[in-house]
């Protein structure tokens, strides 16, 4: 499969320039205390967080939180992320995402992380 570029745009502070290239959009943890690089510093949390990666570079996946400020393009060093656990898959999946208490999604996720009808890179 060839690879598609991915146009991070400008960069956050102390993140190298290498190319970036999108991938398959997939759900997955970012350990508690790692750093969570945006252009507007590290928003990185205390606690293991649901992450979307949509794109990577040579040290870091590129993407945002599930739940949020809305950010993205965050850069989240490689070492940093893991894949969600079977338990934590079925427990992500019984979760609904809305915005005001107004339900717009009910969380799908297979348990490689990826949804139905995530997008291909």
């Keep these: 499969m060839e690879r598609v570029p991915y146009d991070v745009g400008k960069r956050p502070a102390g993140v190298i320039d290498t190319p970036a290239y999108k991938l398959k959009t997939r759900t997955m943890i970012l350990k ?17 967080d649901n992450i979307l990666v949509y794109a990577e570079d040579k040290d870091y996946y590129i993407g945002k939180y599930v739940t949020g400020f809305g950010f993205f393009d965050v850069h989240f060093r490689k070492d940093d992320v893991r894949p969600l656990t ?36």
């Design 32 to 48: 508690a205390g790692s750093d969570a690089l945006h252009q507007l510093g590290n928003i990185g949390t205390d606690i293991d």
């Design 86 to 121: 079977r338990e934590e898959v079925d427990e992500f999946n019984t979760q609904y995402l809305g915005i005001d208490g107004q339900v717009f999604n009910k969380n799908n996720i297979d348990y490689d992380g990826y949804s139905p009808d995530s997008s291909e890179g």
